[in-house]
């Protein structure tokens, strides 16, 4: 049994002008100590997705299909059945540390709670508990104290406590949402490998949400595409990488700006994929990518396309994938 | 938390507002200590023979028409008007804290429900309305505290809701759902001391209305009854003299005028101080 499968995922928006799907039809699983990642632009509902699985949408929206989770559908828990996984089995890193930790509690106070909260630990324990956690995000106590406040420390080192506070629990999965976004590069680097290293010694499942692939590339093993709340293509991230087929995905390969290419000439201009993600309120007919996609055909334009298998663990919507290509 | 109360005062003696407002409010409460050890002399000594006197040596600021010594009556209505302004807000936090708080974590009917309510309550003025509760409960010091409780109710609601809902909007809040924890342990354990300053704001500027009122019903009879002392009850005894006796109006007056403006200068400075943003355009 998978440790996450979701199947068939949609998320709708109510509006005054009737329901908007936002996210639609979105299938994939991880195993235990499995690292996934999910990338698309902004606003293609990556972190929709995130947050529809641990159901911290506001009730405006309403997600159907299946989270299984060690086979029990979350999906139908209530919210108190769900307070008890969020934080303890599935918890998550959020993009901003400057504005996620609370700024009139203490880090230690802050990362004891969700102990306090799923372990019922003694103090003395929960006190040995955290400064086994800040030690292990390379906070030492004896440096850092639990008494710090949030606006003592650097960006990178509120993001550091932010994961001391998600792995509290050593929860099954790991759900990072562009953990390293708001920080600069340096930093960017140690806060991946240390997420990384956590997830191995702990042997969690991470999600790793990002719009940058080099991030998806060091620390994931299997990858989602996503485009307007649809995935586009998913594989292994080796796989992906290399033999990418999807239009898309080969428009977001080419937009990564490469070394020694001047952008003063035309001819090294740096590439983009025409056009801008469509408004989810307009209805549309066929492939959702057809207006922005060179190669589409009159078929794209009719219909939608299904998932097909491009290799063993590759999968694609698309009718003309592009085969044979090096990435 | 020493060191973050030190720099609040620091920041505080640099606020013209602070000082002043905080000066009187000390005095006031200073006052109002003293009662419990010591007064000039005891307030239920009736002493005709020495009624209506001027300011002396035996009786500093004179006599009312009882012959009791004004001074020490001020002094004992400085305590009860502490007394009934502090319950008077402990209801109106004790209630209207927690109401504003599920309101905001709510949302929904829930919200909709608690603040028509709200509504409904703060539509009436609030002094008439304490009237109307103290004429139906009976008069006397209890039910005024109540009277006046129940207006504090829908105040602190509101300031609540409003500081909550911002507060609910930033991104710790969604950590800590992450987390795993309830709406209500959140509304709790994040977001009501992130509220805290403005509550305090809003409790100093509650104290100085609550005095008000207090001296507004016991003025009207409706409030603390005799032989307990209270400033309002002492303007209303002081109507009858106003014309050979006017000092015995001027005093508690300038007691209450003197104390509401203490505390509100005193609620003025703390909010600049409690508040970067202001703290920085001074």
């Known amino acids: 049994m998978k440790l996450l499968q979701v199947e068939n995922l949609r998320v709708t928006l109510d509006t005054l002008d009737g329901p908007i799907e936002i996210i639609k039809e979105v299938d994939f699983s991880i195993e235990k100590g499995e690292r ?127 994961i001391a ?50 991030v998806i590339a060091q620390t994931t093993q299997k990858v989602m595409i996503m485009y307007a709340g649809r995935v586009m293509e998913q594989g292994t991230t080796l796989h992906v990488f290399k033999h990418m087929s999807h239009p898309y995905t080969k428009g977001l390969f080419a937009a990564i700006p490469k070394p020694g290419s001047s952008q003063h000439k035309s001819k ?20 959702i990518f057809t207006p922005r996609c060179s190669f589409a055909s009159d078929i794209c334009r009719e219909s939608e396309p299904m998932q097909s298998d491009i290799a063993l663990d590759h999968h694609i919507r698309c009718f003309h994938p592009i085969i044979g290509n090096q990435g | 938390m020493f ?24 005095v006031f409460f200073g006052i109002a200590l003293l009662s419990y050890v010591w007064s000039p002399h005891p307030i239920e000594d009736i002493n005709i023979s020495d009624k209506l006197l001027t300011p002396n040596t035996q009786y500093l600021l004179g006599t009312d028409h009882f012959g009791r010594d004004i001074l020490s009556m001020l002094i004992m209505g400085a305590k009860n008007s502490i007394i009934v302004a502090f319950v008077a807000i402990g209801i109106g936090i004790g209630i209207g804290v927690p109401l504003g708080l599920i309101a905001a974590s709510q949302g929904g009917w829930v919200d909709e429900l608690i603040m028509r309510f709200n509504d409904f309550t703060l539509a009436f003025p609030s002094l008439i309305s304490a009237i109307m509760i103290t004429a139906i409960l009976g008069p006397g010091a209890i039910n005024s505290i109540i009277a006046i409780g ?93 014309h050979f006796a006017p000092q015995l109006a001027i005093y508690p007056g300038l007691a209450i005028a003197l104390t509401v403006l203490g505390l509100n200068l005193f609620g003025d400075g703390l909010r600049d101080v409690l508040d970067p943003k202001l703290r920085r355009n001074r």
Not at chain 1, 181 to 202: H, M, R, S, W
Not at chain 1, 269 to 278: M, Y
């Open chain 1, 36 to 162: 996934l990642g999910i990338v698309g632009e902004s606003g293609c509902g990556k972190s929709l997705t995130a947050l529809a699985i641990i159901s911290l949408l506001s009730p405006k929206f309403k997600v159907r299909g299946q989270i299984l989770l060690n086979g029990e559908n979350i999906n139908l828990l209530n919210e108190d059945q769900m307070c008890r996984i969020r934080g303890n089995k599935i918890s998550m890193i959020f993009q901003e540390p400057m504005t996620a930790l609370n700024p009139v509690k203490t880090i230690g106070a802050q990362i004891s709670e969700s102990l306090i909260l799923h372990r019922k630990m003694k103090k003395a324990q929960i006190r040995h508990e955290v400064e086994q956690l800040l030690y292990s995000v390379g906070l030492p106590v004896d440096r850092f104290g639990l008494n710090l406040y949030p606006h003592q420390l650097s960006g990178g080192q509120r993001q550091r406590v932010m």
């Open chain 1, 165 to 214: 506070m998600a792995i509290a629990c050593k929860p099954d999965i790991l759900i990072a949402d562009e953990p390293t976004t708001a920080l600069d590069v340096t930093v960017q680097e140690q806060i991946l490998e240390l997420i990384k290293d956590l997830v191995a010694k702990f042997g969690m499942s991470l999600i790793m949400i990002s719009h940058d692939l080099g």
């Open chain 1, 268 to 287: 090294n201009r740096l590439s983009t994929i025409p056009g801008n993600v469509p408004d989810p309120t307009l209805a549309h007919k066929g492939c």
């Open chain 2, 3 to 26: 060191n973050r109360l030190s720099e609040i005062l620091g920041h505080g003696l640099k606020n013209k507002n602070f000082v002043v407002g905080g000066f009187i409010t000390i």
């Open chain 2, 150 to 242: 129940i207006f504090n109710i829908p105040v602190f609601a509101r300031v609540t809701r409003g500081g909550a809902l911002s507060i609910w909007e930033k991104e710790f809040i969604l950590a800590a759902l992450s987390a795993g924890k309830s709406k209500i342990r959140i509304s709790f354990e994040h977001v009501l001391p992130n509220t805290s300053s403005v509550l305090i704001v809003q409790a100093t500027i509650q104290f100085a209305i609550g005095i008000l009122a207090e001296a507004g019903l016991s003025y009207l009879g409706l409030g603390t009854q005799p032989p307990a002392a209270s400033w309002g009850k002492m303007l209303n005894e002081a109507q009858t003299f106003l």
